[in-house]
């Protein structure tokens, strides 16, 4: 069972990125699909919400710059980041509740912004 996050980078201050999340061993149509995000020093923090229907919900940090996804067809996430800030610069993951309840966590993808 895992989630891999990918297309991290070094962004400019104002650009835009897409992160995208394949999901593998676990039924992803089912279950609420989240970002989270960990900047160095700091604990991690959920970033986007998105329901099995298509509901979401951000984090006020994000909200307006950020929409994330999903394709059930193709077990895949998205997190698009428009208006990049340098705040923003941290490790992205990809998780679902139920692994995040047992402490499971895939390989994050690196964001850094500057300024």
């Known amino acids: 069972v895992q989630l891999q996050a990918s297309g991290g980078g070094l962004v400019q201050a104002g650009g835009s990125l897409r992160l995208a999340c394949a999901a593998s061993?676990?039924?992803?149509?089912?279950?609420?699909f989240n970002w989270y995000r960990q900047a160095p020093g700091k604990e991690r923090e959920l970033v986007a919400t998105?329901?099995?229907?298509?509901?979401?919900d951000y984090a006020d940090f994000v909200k307006g710059r950020f929409t994330i996804s999903r394709d059930n067809v193709k077990h895949a996430g998205y997190l698009q980041m428009n208006s990049l800030k340098p705040e923003d610069t941290a490790v992205y993951y990809c998780?679902?509740?139920?692994?995040?309840?047992?402490?499971?966590w895939g390989q994050g993808t690196q964001l850094t912004v500057s300024s």
């Open positions: 998780n679902v509740p139920a692994l995040v309840r047992l402490g499971s």
């Open positions: 061993g676990i039924a992803f149509s089912v279950n609420v």
């Open positions: 998105i329901t099995v229907s298509g509901s979401t």
